[in-house]
């Protein structure tokens, strides 16, 4: 999330990316705890609006594996 700085700074408000972030995390969580309730072990994602969801992760290609302890891009 960019800042109010003004004038199209461009810069990146810490407070904002840690509101994102823990958006994100309380996401992987939820998911989790679906897991959890499905009796399935782990998830993997691939559909790329999905991983960004997840993780906040904007590049061209990539897969998230998210599991009960850990979660990897």
């Known amino acids: 999330m960019k800042c109010a700085g003004g ?4 810069c990146y408000n810490s407070e904002s990316l840690t509101r994102a972030s823990d958006a994100r995390a309380g996401r992987r969580q ?4 679906a897991l959890l309730e499905l009796r399935c ?3 993997v994602i691939a559909h790329l609006p999905n ?6 992760f904007t590049g061209s290609n ?3 594996f998210l599991s009960g302890q850990q979660a990897i891009l």
């Open 30 to 33: 939820r998911l989790r705890q």
């Open 62 to 64: 990539g897969i998230l």
């Open 7 to 10: 004038s199209g700074c461009g």
């Open 41 to 43: 072990d782990a998830a």
């Open 51 to 56: 991983v960004r969801y997840l993780t906040g």
